[in-house]
């Protein structure tokens, strides 16, 4: 089981703030990926990267930002946060050789924007 | 377009069995996957198939028919801490995985 940490659990902020969603893991883990997740409703894929200085958008547009400067953190930034952006947040990762790799989640970010 | 269909919310009774099923039409397939998650939790994986047939995994096993887009997730002796939204994930042809809304798992006594 992966060591997936993210920061902080629970966020309530103002709209037009700036903010960064923490994302780490201890466990070398090449990919990681970040999904936005409404209460009874599907993971969306928001952003992903296969290494370092690799960031791919995913098929969610939530006009954020993420940045993979080294393996083991990968934050997401809101320039300026929206209501539209209240949701969970979740951070995975994976490791294996294969595309297919499971992913391994974090406990996930809980975002209120007022 | 790509879709996976799950029952929105099942309920079943400690000690029974109960069968979540998952059905999957995507542009190729590279595996599927089972997740569980609490409420409020993340998910945390269950299984993987990637071949037809059964992989049972203690109490739990999955199922996976390639040829009709489908596969199930079996429990067995059920728990009250069972209760949770368990979660089918397909790997498509481009790699991209998708996810399906969930299945609500209610266990009563």
């Known amino acids: 089981e992966a060591d997936i940490y993210q920061t902080p659990r629970y966020l309530v902020i103002g709209t037009g703030k700036k903010i960064t969603l923490e994302c780490s893991q201890t466990?070398?883990?090449?990919?990681m990926y970040w999904y936005q997740q409404d209460p009874g409703m599907e993971l969306h894929l928001i952003h992903y990267?296969?290494?370092?200085?690799?960031?791919e958008k995913g098929d969610l547009s939530s006009e954020s930002t993420v940045s993979r400067i080294r393996t083991e953190h990968f934050p997401l930034t809101l320039e300026s946060a929206r209501p539209s952006h209240t949701s969970q947040y979740l951070c995975?990762?994976?490791?294996?050789?294969?595309?297919?790799?499971?992913?391994?989640f974090g406990p996930g970010t809980r975002l209120t924007v007022l | 377009g790509q879709n996976i269909d799950q029952p929105t919310e099942m309920t079943a009774t400690e000690g029974a069995i109960v069968q979540i099923n998952c059905t999957y039409q995507?542009?190729?397939?590279?595996?599927l996957f089972w997740y569980q998650q609490h409420a409020g939790e993340a998910p945390t994986f269950l299984s993987y198939?990637?071949l037809d047939g059964l992989e049972e995994k203690g109490r739990f096993s999955s199922f996976l028919s390639r040829s009709k887009g489908y596969s199930y997730l079996l429990l067995k002796e059920l728990q009250m801490k069972d209760s949770a939204s368990y979660l089918c994930?397909?790997?498509?042809?481009?790699?991209?995985?998708?996810w399906g809304a969930g299945t609500k798992l209610i266990i009563k006594p």
């Open positions: 995975a990762s994976g490791s294996g050789v294969r595309d297919t790799d499971t992913q391994y």
């Open positions: 466990m070398g883990h090449d990919k």
């Open positions: 990267s296969y290494g370092v200085n690799s960031t």
């Open positions: 995507t542009s190729g397939f590279n595996g």
């Open positions: 198939n990637v």
């Open positions: 994930a397909v790997w498509d042809s481009n790699y991209q995985l998708i």
